[in-house]
């Protein structure tokens, strides 16, 4: 398999982004998250900062509508437009990483995906947070449960499968049981089996 792409779902908190950084190293491939923020911003004649409010962000409903399957969302038409970039490049053959945005929903028809959820004990990914963003226990906890709760929100509003649901993802991993190093250690190993199979 000369194409992969690897698409990695997270828990915040679980180090996902980080692992997925450092398998977009060891893969030697770009890695996708808010870098579609400025291909975006270009498309829309707006500055990256002003994408960047609506992204993986859902819409406010008593705002918005369809009309002839046309939204007047901006969330809606950023999450969009995400979606329309990361399969434009899957189509073309590019490999890349991909953090989020839907894509194990998204990509799914490409044999060369690989869907991974990033999950971790609340214990840790407290900890992972309050050294983050120099918080206390409870603002950390109730910070992570407000980004789940968002994710979790995009995610179901603009895909079938729930998110965090195993099934819908290759592989599932708490990263708090090996580390992040050994996690992406098992990762890289996976997915370099999974590409020559």
Not at 30 to 55: C, F, N, Q, S, W
Not at 127 to 152: P, S
Request: aromatic share 8%; glycine share 8%; proline share 2%.
């Amino acid at each position: 398999m000369s194409q992969i792409i690897i698409s990695v779902g997270r828990e915040f908190g679980s180090g996902g982004r980080v692992i997925a950084e450092e398998l977009a190293k060891r893969f030697n491939i770009p890695i996708y998250d808010r870098h579609l923020i400025t291909e975006i911003a270009e498309k829309m004649g707006m500055t990256a900062e002003e994408v960047e409010k609506y992204d993986e962000a859902p819409k406010l409903k008593i705002l918005s509508r369809r009309v002839n399957g046309y939204s007047n969302s901006i969330e809606d038409n950023v999450a969009e437009m995400q979606f329309s970039i990361l399969d434009e490049k899957a189509k073309n053959g590019e490999s890349f990483v991909v953090v989020g945005r839907c894509s194990e929903t998204k990509l799914k028809k490409y044999p060369a995906l690989v869907s991974l959820f990033i999950l971790g004990d609340m214990d840790q990914k407290v900890k992972r947070i309050m050294e983050l963003y120099e918080l206390n226990e409870e603002e950390a906890a109730k910070f992570i449960v407000k980004k789940d709760k968002k994710r979790k929100h995009y995610h179901n509003y603009h895909c079938t499968g729930n998110w965090g649901d195993s099934r819908i993802y290759d592989l599932s991993i708490n990263s708090s049981r090996l580390g992040i190093g050994k996690t992406v250690d098992m990762l890289e190993h996976y997915i370099k089996a999974r590409m020559e199979g």
